[in-house]
């Protein structure tokens, strides 16, 4: 009975456990980003972010897309920037469409721009919102079109 009690505190308290050791790693990913220690940003945030941490997966696009210019950076900028996306950070998804409406680490593409600035300004995000809101003044995106809805 004791060793059943055991193991399911054990359980019970394995989130707790695995969010204590992850905490480390994300303030030096953080303290890193904001020093700008490049290096050292990419090697503490990147882990984080293949793991599916969206704020790690964000600072490490940003650390990209600030530091480097050449295709294959921006391109790992994008690739993290859909891993924020994917974790609900809405800034991520600004940024996002910006790379696709301009071409940065991919080609243009305006229709996953819309997309991505939509789930931004459904957020709350105002620069997804002036950027979306630009597009229809433009006529890229027809007054028609209704907003897709949130999954």
Known sequence: MRLIT???????????LCLAAAQPAQDACREAFQTNMVEAALAA???LAEQGDGEAAFLAARTYSLHFDDFQSQANALKWLKVARQAGLAEAGYYLGL???HGQGTYIDLDKAIDAYRFSANRNNPHAQRNLGM???EGTVS???APKPLN
Do not use: D, F, M
């Open 6 to 16: 055991s193991v399911i505190a054990a359980i019970t308290l394995l989130p707790a």
């Open 45 to 47: 945030c990147e882990p």
């Open 99 to 101: 790379a696709y409406q």
């Open 135 to 137: 597009l229809y003044k």
């Open 143 to 145: 007054r028609g079109t």
